[in-house]
């Protein structure tokens, strides 16, 4: 049997293309391109897109319908083409940037990513997916998990991706970004190897 391809969508999230954010983003892209069974990738900038994150509702436009607003189709088909999704953002006031946040409240719509059975838990359209959250800060590395309880975790892995049925979830989440010893092209390098190596299976994983 021969290996399967796997289709990665990345969703980049920074203003800067001379951030260090931006230099993960190539790292992953070196690393996707030398590894055999990813066969098509996708970049979304949401800033360089100008995405749109403010929801407006009325009369006319409510959020019922966010499911089939045809001005988000083209970002719905993209991930409905996905088997891998790959976040990459900065860590502002211990939570993704405002523009991820919006991207999320208008793509992850009752609908479209879950449907309402009347449980505690929804029914996750968006089974058979896996994520890889990349993730910087200025702060150290330990400053989530014993200040704030490790809430970005909490945030991303439960309240969003589990929600909406996608179980595999791997975060690299780094600090100490803006210090001179904070090992950057170590952790570059590190992302760079894990999409480089990957198998079909840790990539749908």
């Not at 590894?35 to 100008?50: A, R, S």
Request: aromatic fraction near 14%; charged fraction near 25%; proline fraction near 4%.
């Amino acid at each position: 049997m021969g290996c399967l391809t796997v289709n990665v969508l990345i969703v980049f999230t920074h203003p800067n293309h001379q951030s260090l954010s931006y230099t993960f983003l190539q790292g992953v892209l070196r690393g996707c391109e030398e590894n055999h069974v990813i066969e098509n990738v996708q970049i979304l900038d949401l800033y360089d897109e100008k995405f749109n994150p403010v929801l407006e509702f009325g009369e006319k436009k409510k959020r019922r319908d966010m499911y089939k607003d045809p001005e988000l189709e083209k970002y719905r088909n993209q991930l409905s083409w996905a088997d891998k999704i790959i976040f990459i953002y900065p860590i502002w006031w211990g939570r993704p940037p405002a523009m991820l946040m919006g991207y999320i409240d208008k793509m992850f719509a009752s609908g479209f990513a879950y449907k309402d059975n009347g449980k505690l838990l929804p029914d996750g359209l968006l089974k058979g997916k896996s994520v890889v959250c990349i993730s910087v800060m200025k702060g150290p590395t330990f400053y989530p998990m014993f200040w704030l309880n490790n809430a970005h975790k909490v945030l991303m892995r439960k309240a969003l991706f589990q929600y909406v049925g996608i179980k595999k979830v791997k975060f690299f989440e780094f600090g100490n970004m803006e210090s001179s010893k904070g090992k950057q092209q170590k952790k570059i390098k590190k992302v760079y190897k894990y999409f480089q190596k990957i198998n079909n299976y840790n990539l749908t994983s």
